[in-house]
Every structure is written in structure tokens, then in C-alpha cells.
């Protein structure tokens, strides 16, 4: 269908259904002037005065969150009396401090800064999440070796201690992926860098740029990854190959949710209206995030396709499925191993509230039936759903694809001695590496499994036994649910451990080298 007959269709609806705060009316360019406020004015706790009927907001200016600062959606929350302030508070700490000292009604923050900062209140509604727009990018200008974390650590071993950095934005989703690599990633340790942390990725690319800082490595969002990859550099690593590691929240008061549930309720309905009008005319959106970020439409286009907002319909589906639990329990991992965080959340249930995005939800299961008929592509990003996941590449073709780098195996892969028979130990060991792999984009990210030996016996004889130990794992990880392209590649003893004889039995060992396929 064309694009203007979806905005009439859509509009059609909105009027049809009503103008309720629960209704389905989809924002246009003119919306209603906001309503009197409900209860007159009253002071917070924190001494400043607002309104009564006034929510007030902290965040930062990710674009991601710039329909808060939207005067459409401001004006459209006038609908059900709700009045808006919005504000930046750039330490993570003191907005969460704020939340719970009666400064702010909401913060939007990220999954694992709620984790790490622990502010008093509950996830109520969820905003989005990053495919691309914030990505790990090597200095392959200033070092032309660099193309994957292994020759990264190969730079860090050649060097002087602490000779080469590694920059990003402190306390922002960059710090996280950081910590991912850290923590999942095998001979790449942040204590190898000198690590410099910047307020905002401008700083972090011009840093970067700066041969005098001896700038490795670098952790930026859009548009500069984008910049940095015209430039020559090496995207090892961006959120699309991890597209749930970087998910962006609402989180309420308890205060707020004990007082004025309704009131959350009507936020959030309008919120994901506005949300999925700009999923139905794209141009809305980017047109709203060029404004607010004073980027060129391009650099806005750039932006938009980073990033994936969440559904009214999807946010709940994440909050009754179980889906929320598991990247709370994934995200604590992280935090816990880089020493952020003291321990994973016993019961991830208890941080957020499903009950206020049920209104919302419902809104859009009414707007998917009518659409679907007219629009199936619309209906279907409206569920949150995306497209088939691309066919498997040729073995050929993963052999020669870029590396990223090897995952930390915790634990040992063992197999019974001279043979290729995986031992309980090794299921065990395998069994937690599947998770590890199951974080990644199986349409850009493959697996090669790379088995070794050590030099005892001949070499034909050990070429033999490390492909087929390879093969088992491959095997084994398919067996259990590995949705990635696996690939098995013995190489015998013919790369043992640097610095270590052939013969010692510490070359027998199990590699799982992530490599880039997209």
C-alpha cells in the first residue's frame, strides 16, 4: 500500500476509535493544546515546585529518547491531562538518585545502568534497543594490522604496559560494550589499556583521530561509527551482532506507582501511539530525531536504522515471556564479572511491573487487525516481529570471513583420551558457552570451532583426532539449539601456545572464534 494510504488508513482509525488516552488516535502534525492541569499546583520533595498532573522525566539526548522531548508528544499527553517536563541529567547516579527523592517521576536509562545504579523504582515500560548504532571500532588507519580482537591482543603484547587506549563515554552504553568484550571475549583485558573516558563519542572520535594518544581501540555511536568506517577503520564488533545487549528503559518511581497508576498508564499508551506512527511513516521519526539532534537528514537516517523501538505489543510480550527476565540475568552477568555489580538478581520478576503497558498493548492489538488485511508488512512490525533470519553461508565462506575474536571458554572442552568422545565436563562446558553464543545475530555472526592438539604422535594422526574433536563440538552445539552457521577446522599441532613446548598438554585445547559473515 502507499505510504500516504497508510497515514489515511492510520488516521482513519485514530478518529473512528476516540480520542480516550486509550483510544487509538495516531499523532498528526497538529495535536490538541495541552488540558489545565487536574489538581492545581503542589512542591516535590525535592524542594522544586511542578504542577500536580505534571510527570517529570530524567534522561540524557540519545536520540532514542527523543520523542520525550517531542512537542507533539507533549502536547498529545495533554489529551489525557497529563502534563510533561523533560530534563538531562548526565550522571547516571544522580538520576537515579533523583527518582527516588521525589525529583522525578521517571528516568530513562539503560538495562544495565538500572542494574548498576539501583534506583527506586520498577521497569514500566521498555524504549528501545540498538542494531548498529553503537559499535567497538578498531584504529586500523593508525594500525593497519588491526582487523579483529585477536591482532588487537597481539598490538597489546608487542607494546610497552599501558602503551596503547582504548577511549568511550563513561557510564554510557559504550562503558557496557566495553565490559561485554572484557568479560566474553578471550585475550582482551581493559587492564591491558591505558582506558580514557570521555563525556560524549564526539570526544571519543576525535581522540581516535589523535595519533598522539596511541588510540587502539574505540567505542562510539552514530553517526561516527559510520564516519569511522568511510575512514578505513574495522567495526569489530557493533550492537546489530548483538542486538539485545543494549536495551533502553522506563523506569517509574515507586512513588509514582503507588499514587498514580492511572496516570502511567496514560503515559505509556500515548508514548508507544506516537511510537508506532513513526514506525508506520518512517519520515516522522527521522524528521523528529534531525530536529532534536540538529543532525543532517542523512546523519538522522543513519541514527534511525540503528536503532529498533519497541512496540507496545513487543514490550509486554518481552515482560510476560520471560524475554525481560533473561536480559536482566544476561546484563547482571556482565556487570557481576567486571566487578559492577555484587551479585545476579535473585528473582529479575521483581524490578519491573508488566500491569501499566496492558492498555497500551491492547491499543495495538486493535490497530494490527485492522491493518493486517490492507498492510501484512506493517501488522508485522507492529508485533515487534522481524524478517527470516538470511540462509547459511558455504563452509568456504566462514573459513575466510573476518574474525572478531575467540569467546572465553570457562571451563574445559575435554574429550576421553585419543579420542573424540566429549567427556560430562566438556558437555558441561558447552552447554554454558551456548549461551554465550546465543547472544549474537546469527545473520551476521558465525562460529568457526578450531580444535588443537599437542605434538605427541604424528602429525597426520593428530590432524585427524583435532577435526574430528572439532566436529563433535559443532555437533554438539547444533544438537542444543546454536542457531549460528558452525564451521569445524582442526590444525593438529601445528599452532601451539606461544611460548609454551608443542608437546605440553595445555595445546590441547577447543577455540570458538566468532567471525563476521554480514
Do not use: C
Amino acid at each position: 500500500m502507499p505510504q500516504n494510504k497508510n497515514i489515511a488508513l492510520l488516521a482513519s482509525i485514530g478518529l473512528t476509535l476516540g480520542l480516550s488516552a486509550g483510544g487509538l488516535l495516531l499523532l498528526q502534525n497538529t495535536a490538541p493544546d495541552l488540558l489545565p492541569s487536574l489538581l492545581g499546583p503542589s512542591a516535590d520533595n525535592g524542594g522544586t515546585r511542578r504542577t500536580k498532573g505534571t510527570l517529570k522525566v530524567l534522561g540524557d539526548t540519545f536520540s532514542g529518547y527523543s520523542t520525550f522531548r517531542s512537542d507533539a508528544f507533549k502536547d498529545a499527553l495533554g489529551e489525557p491531562g497529563i502534563r510533561l517536563e523533560y530534563a538531562d541529567e548526565f550522571d547516571q547516579s544522580e538520576r537515579a538518585q533523583a527518582l527516588g527523592k521525589g525529583k522525578a517521576d521517571f528516568i530513562v536509562t539503560t538495562l544495565d545502568q538500572f542494574l548498576k545504579q539501583k534506583p527506586k523504582g520498577k521497569i514500566v515500560g521498555l524504549i528501545d534497543r540498538t542494531v548498529g548504532a553503537d559499535a567497538v571500532v578498531l584504529n586500523t588507519r593508525q594500525f593497519p594490522q588491526l582487523k579483529s580482537l585477536i591482532n588487537l591482543s597481539q598490538l597489546v603484547q608487542q607494546g610497552q604496559s599501558k602503551q596503547y587506549a582504548i577511549v568511550y563515554a563513561g557510564d554510557t552504553p559504550s562503558e557496557y560494550l566495553a565490559l561485554v568484550l572484557d568479560t566474553k571475549f578471550d585475550a582482551f583485558n581493559l587492564s591491558d589499556f591505558r582506558v580514557i573516558k570521555v563525556e560524549d563519542a564526539s570526544q571519543a572520535w576525535k581522540l581516535m583521530q589523535d595519533t598522539k594518544e596511541n588510540v587502539a581501540i574505540a567505542v562510539l555511536w552514530e553517526p561516527f561509527v559510520s564516519q569511522a568506517r568511510k575512514q578505513g577503520h574495522t567495526v569489530v564488533l557493533s550492537s546489530k551482532d548483538a542486538p539485545n545487549t543494549i536495551v533502553d528503559i522506563l523506569v517509574a518511581s515507586d512513588k509514582v506507582i503507588q499514587s498514580q497508576p492511572e496516570q502511567i498508564s496514560a503515559f505509556l499508551a500515548t508514548y508507544y501511539r506516537r511510537i508506532e506512527s513513526g514506525i508506520s511513516n518512517t519520515s516522522q521519526m527521522q524528521d523528529q530525531i534531525a530536529a532534536d539532534g540538529s543532525l543532517s537528514a542523512a546523519d538522522a537516517d543513519t541514527v534511525l536504522k540503528g536503532i529498533n523501538f519497541f512496540t507496545a505489543l513487543e514490550a509486554q510480550g518481552w515482560m510476560q515471556q520471560e524475554t525481560l527476565n533473561q536480559r536482566i540475568t544476561s546484563t547482571a552477568a556482565v556487570l557481576v564479572l567486571a566487578g559492577n555489580l555484587n551479585q545476579v538478581p535473585d528473582d529479575p520478576a521483581q524490578l519491573y511491573d508488566p500491569q501499566f503497558i496492558s492498555q497500551a498493548a491492547e491499543n495495538t492489538k486493535k490497530l494490527i487487525d485492522i491493518v493486517r488485511a490492507d498492510n501484512p508488512e506493517l501488522a508485522q512490525k507492529l508485533e515487534g516481529k522481524t524478517t527470516a533470519p538470511t540462509a547459511a553461508k558455504p563452509s568456504a565462506d566462514i573459513k575466510s570471513a573476518p574474525s572478531i575474536g575467540n569467546l572465553k571458554v570457562r571451563g574445559e572442552v575435554k574429550f576421553a583420551v585419543g579420542a573424540a568422545d566429549l567427556t560430562a565436563t566438556g558437555r558441561q562446558t558447552l552447554d554454558k558457552l551456548s549461551q554465550e553464543i546465543a547472544e549474537f545475530n546469527p545473520d551476521t555472526i558465525a562460529v568457526r570451532v578450531i580444535g588443537h592438539t599437542s605434538k605427541t604422535g604424528s602429525a597426520s594422526l593428530n590432524q585427524t583426532l583435532s577435526q574430528q574433536r572439532a566436529q563433535v563440538v559443532v555437533q554438539y552445539l547444533k544438537q542444543i539449539g546454536i542457531k549460528q552457521t558452525i564451521q569445524a577446522e582442526g590444525k593438529g599441532f601445528s599452532t601451539p601456545l606461544p611460548g609454551i613446548s608443542p608437546a605440553d598438554a595445555r595445546n590441547q585445547r577447543t577455540e570458538i572464534r566468532l567471525v563476521r559473515i554480514s
